[in-house]
Structures are given as C-alpha cells and as structure tokens.
C-alpha cells in the first residue's frame, strides 16, 4: 500500500513514516519546509534503508496535490500538515484558519477528484477543552478556547458533514494527547522553531543546555502538587496507532474517532524529575504564572483504541524522557537546516 503522508518532514510525521516503511508501506511525503527540515526525511530513509517519494510544496496548492495524486497510485492519506502553535493561532487567526482549515478542504478535494477516499486525520485533546472530568472518552462534549484549537475542531466536524454526504469515505480521526520522546536512535525528534512553547522541548533545552531556566506555569492548580497533570505519550507509540489506523480503513469502516493516550496523567513536576533521572542532573526551575486557556488536568480514556485497533501505548514515561534527552543531547540546535 502507499500512502501520503502530509506534513510529512515534521515531528510526528517523520516518527509515523519510518514505522510505515518498516512494516512494508510505500511513503510519499508533502511539505512545505515552512516548520521542518528535509533532513528529517533523510535521517528516517536511512534508519530504514528505504526511500520516502518527497514533494516540497503546499497543500494550499490544488493542482499540486492532483498531479501527486496522478503521479502516485495512493491508497490513503495520513493528514498532518497544519500549524500548532497556540499562542501564535491568537496572533494571526487568519493563518490558522487558511493553512488548516483551507488546506484540508483542498486535500479532500483533490483525493475525492482523484478517487482516494480513505483518510487519517491528526486531532488533538484540545478539541474536549477543560473536560468535566477525567478519563476523558470520545463522546465527552467538544470544546475549544483558541484559534488553533477552532480549526481541529472546524476540521472534525467537516469531516463529520462529508462523511454523511457521502458514506464511501474512511475516516479515521485520531485525537493525540501530549507526543513526546523521540526515535530511540537519537536521529529523528521534535525540532521546534525558536523557544519551544510545549513542556517537553522545553525542558529538553534546559538538560541540553541550550535554556536556562524552566518555567512551571502555576503551581496553584487542583492537583496533587498544584502543577498541570497531562497525558504524555510517546511519538513513537502515537506512530504505530496511525499505522493501526490505516489497517482499519481497509475494513471500511466509515468514520471513527479515537483518542491516542496512555491513560495516566503526570504533573509538570513529576515530568522535570523523571527528566532529571534520564539526564542524570539537576534541572533548574522556577514557577511563573499560569499560561491563559490552560487546563488543571487532562488524560485519555484509550480503550476504545484498544478494542477496535488492537492499540495500546507501551513505553514509559522513563523511556519518553530517555529518549527526548538522546535525540536533544545529539542534535542541541535540531535539524541542521534551522
Ligand atoms: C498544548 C496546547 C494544545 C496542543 C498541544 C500539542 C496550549 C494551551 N495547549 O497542550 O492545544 O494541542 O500543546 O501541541 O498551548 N508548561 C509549563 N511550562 C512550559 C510549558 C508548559 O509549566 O514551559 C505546563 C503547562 O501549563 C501544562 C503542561 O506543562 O500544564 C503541558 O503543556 P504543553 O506541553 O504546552 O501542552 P498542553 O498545554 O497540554
């Protein structure tokens, strides 16, 4: 099978196309390098031995994407291409709105044109906003506090009207808790633009020594130790539940929404000092603020994952830290075209 991966040069991308091409799938990549590096689709051909068919351009850009289609025998999409920076998505909302929402109207056009129906779509917990409690399962009610937020949310709910527009689509929509960790080889990782806004790359710059100090956004939430408790996961366990997902599509199964997490929750303290143990140092730290729009708790009910994929996330939270610290440690300042 081949598939097409959009956004496929950034962070998940890159974890997804090398466990694709493991387990025997064909990769086409799109991006447009506007937040990643080419390099990152070179590292992953050579951890696999195998080729990734890459296209630098937009998804903005309708006649690209049908000659891609015409070019490529593509059996499904995987959708990542979008921006992701909250803070940012507040700034310039027309941006947000464009690239994400606009982008994705012109890739379903494109493959519905080109006859390619079956769909993975990248989502995130931002669209349950501050969940009435925890676990949190696919059915709670949906909410959004920013633009960036706006467009998952705008995206899922087209995806809903295509879908009962026409019942010969495969969606599958896969709404990510907090990916962190990198590729246990230290080649591939996440590579924010300037300071990272996440916990994770942040903290990751500080045990690197790129960054001084970390921020921990209030310490006053209700919580056991008053800092934010999340879901993290590790990329390379998100990447493996795309390559599940892409095996539901081929059993039509019209559209389903999962939640991709662990279903354990870890503060921001407990995350500096499972940091410290895989670094082996003290991380200096100092508590600020809260950040606006941020919630006190937020962690995944998975199983519907378990029972209809087969899915589970398997590596620790020691693992993650373990692994973000390799990929950091080895590549301090990224990819090398930043
Ligand atoms: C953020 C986004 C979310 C997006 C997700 C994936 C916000 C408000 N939410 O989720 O919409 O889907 O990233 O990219 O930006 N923290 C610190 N210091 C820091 C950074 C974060 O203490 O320097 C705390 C936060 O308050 C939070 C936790 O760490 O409690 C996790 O933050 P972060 O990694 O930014 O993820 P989310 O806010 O959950």
Known sequence: MKILVTGGAGYIASHTNLELLNAGYEVVAIDNL???????????????????????????????????????????????????????????????????????????????????????????????????????????????????GRTKLMIEEMLNDLYQSDSTWNIAVLRYFNPIGAHESGEIGEDPNGIPNNLVPFVA???????????????????????????????????????????????NPGLVTYNLGTGVGYSVLDIIHNYEKACNKKLPYKVTARRPGDIATSYADSSKALRELGWRAERSIDKMCEDSYRWQSRNPNGYLCK
């Open 34 to 148: 506007s937040n990643s590096c080419m390099e990152s689709v070179q590292r992953v051909e050579k951890l696999t031995g195998k080729k990734i068919q890459f296209y630098e351009g937009d998804i903005l850009d309708k006649e690209y994407l049908l000659r891609i289609f015409a070019i490529e025998k593509i059996d499904a999409v995987i959708h990542f291409a979008g921006l992701k920076a909250v803070g940012e998505s507040c700034a310039i909302p027309l941006k947000y709105f464009n690239n994400n929402v606009s982008g994705t109207i012109t890739l379903l056009e494109a493959m519905k044109e080109s006859n390619v129906q079956n769909l993975v779509f990248s989502s995130s917990a931002t669209v349950y906003g501050d969940p009435v409690s925890v676990p949190v399962t696919e059915d709670f009610p949906l909410s959004v506090a920013n633009p960036y």
């Open 205 to 251: 710059k500080v045990a690197a020594g790129v960054l001084d100090t970390i921020n921990v956004f209030g310490d006053d939430y209700d919580t056991p130790d008053g800092t934010g408790i999340r879901d993290y996961i590790h990329v390379v366990d998100l990447a493996l539940g795309h390559i599940k997902a892409i095996e539901k599509l081929v059993t």
